[in-house]
């Protein structure tokens, strides 16, 4: 899938499914606390911390894919096209990380 087209899609589900998109400051930190899940799962898992019994049967995928839907919902609402965003970032990194990263002696 495209992000346009996923930004399509959130958009219609949005519509048809709920009702309205919430204002930004709910949906930022509806992201917040996305995140926050996202990030208890890699703490647990892949972290130090000892999972919880309750915890093993979360998808990280799942929780992943909570935080892509409310990035999107924030792009949308805020009139920001992801895939042109993506592109312009993806080449500001390019160019100001031309060596840097392979000049870090702390990657190899």
């Given amino acids: 899938m495209e992000i346009s087209e996923a930004q399509k899609k959130v958009d219609q589900w949005i519509k048809k499914v709920g009702v309205r998109y919430f204002n930004e400051l709910t949906n930022m930190t ?5 995140v926050g899940e996202v990030a208890r799962i890699i703490a647990r898992r892949y972290g130090e911390q000892s999972e919880k019994e309750s915890d093993k049967n979360k998808d990280l995928g799942d929780e992943l894919a909570d ?37 870090n002696k702390k990657l190899f």
């Fill in 30 to 34: 509806m992201l917040t606390e996305e």
């Fill in 67 to 103: 935080v892509l839907f409310v990035l999107i919902c924030l792009a949308n609402q805020t009139g920001v096209d992801l895939e042109e965003a993506l592109e312009k970032n993806i080449a500001k990194k390019t160019d100001r990380d031309a060596t840097r990263h392979k000049e």
